[in-house]
């Protein structure tokens, strides 16, 4: 059977010449970076490179960029490590309510150790407004994080507009580009912010490999504690070959990212279109424009997303859902939540997420099979018979209103 | 993570519907994750001669429903209210831990369905059955 693989923002197949890039290390380059014989600075000579790369496509400085065991880490790093290091200059944090949980759950555990944390809201875009940033911000905030680019919904935040409230304030400011990195340009000096965090997996390399850029001068407390790696701030032996991948990978996708963000894009507003057409009772989540080129969310109403998502399967095709059924904590995300849908909408919602390999022939396969599927369960549904009869429906005039605009 | 059973009636569930002119429905929600599903069955003598579901929810919760209307042709009222969330759960081959609270999408919304037909003949409910065993809590 086919297998038409749409859940990219979940992970990305590694580019072949990544993996053997990589593989050397795992074999006959094997030295430790931090020894001094030749096969050791063999390694650190990898390591080096890697890091010029990485510095060199987020436009930083090689010393500028720690490595981290995952995107996951590079948040946590970012969040405590800039927290307790300015806390005895002030104890509040402002983050966003769609962040992902590496960075909401880094901030709920400060505040159990005595932080404030605002938890800003988001428009039904999901999108920040600076305005929102600025007033939030206290004699007593030392930290905002808000994310470059939604996971589930790939809204793109007002990034720059927000790091300019933060400098004027003086407050550090943390972006998670874990979706962004490799997929739209990326320099750090234009951005504005004082860290970045970036995940391998997310571009093509390796899992389990991240790293978080931190503007020289800017104080970040030792969150890993250990040997002197990554210039004393990150302890334990470099995962060497994962970091050469990611910075493989990372070039790769930088020296390609105009054509594939345009290729991508096309796509993207194909199968937006397509399903929007073909379907009734469908919304696209997220900004219609400002938007991740990969990515594609909707919620469709009546139905549950993970029998979507089995059915989707059932004919190879991947992809993810938030509805409550398909977390471990039987909430739907709380992205689209946040973005103000109702739980029985947030309940229907699909992202599909297109990548390098996605071909116009994929997204033509999934506008063929996705609507009888659609129709299928709501056959199914208690609520299917009212598809119809547009009286109803639930949802509220605003919420019309945004369907027809996101399909125009 | 699901059985070939859960996705065989997944994938082809049978009695999907509604039965027009039922003479019990069963209507209930899932207080957990928010699911919905209807059972409309139809009673001949003692015997439930039709039943049908329509479900929003998860594969699980729409293998359970499926099982169910299965479980219950045929049998008598009384024997129709002793299938437990466990029996469905188990003719399914068993669901993953965290699908459990699913199981009882299905066997509550049978015992409102005949609590229905019962109430609507007059007749008097066999207290016992309908207590209250089938919390929705999260195992
Ligand atoms: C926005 C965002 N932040 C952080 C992460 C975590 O990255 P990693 O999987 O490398 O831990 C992800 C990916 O799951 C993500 O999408
Ligand atoms: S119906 Fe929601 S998890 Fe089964």
Redesign the pocket.
Known sequence: MKLVYLDN???TKPRQAVAEAMLPFLGERYGNPSSIYSIARDAKAALDEARGKVAKAINAHPEEIIFAG??????NMAIKGVAYAHSRRGKHIITSAI??H??LDSVKRLERRGFQATFLPVDSYGMVDPKDVEAAITDDTVLISI?H???EVGTIQPIEAIAHIAKNHGVLFHT?A??TTGHIPIDVRQLGVDLL?L????FKGP????ALWVKKGVKVERYIDGGGQEGNRRAGTENVAGIVGLALALELAAGELEQETARLTKLRDYLIKGVTERIPHVRLNGHPTKRLPGNASFCFEFIEGESLLLSLDKVGICGSSGSACTSGSLEPSHVLLAMGLPHEIAHGSLRLSLGHETTPQDIGYVLEMLPGIVSRLRAMSPFGEEVSSSSACSCTQEEHHLVKSHQS | MYTDKVMDHFTNPRNVGEIQDADGVGLVGNPICGDVMKITIKVEGDRIKDAKFKTFGCGAAIAVSSMVTELVLGKTLEEALEISNKAVADALGGLPPKKMHCSNLGADALKKAIEDYIEKQGKDLPESRFDSGQGCEDS
């Open positions: 923002a979940a992970t995952s995107g996951t880490e590079a948040d962040e992902h590496a960075v994310m680019a939604n996971n998670d874990v979706q965090s995940s391998g997996h997310k899992k389990g490999v991240g």
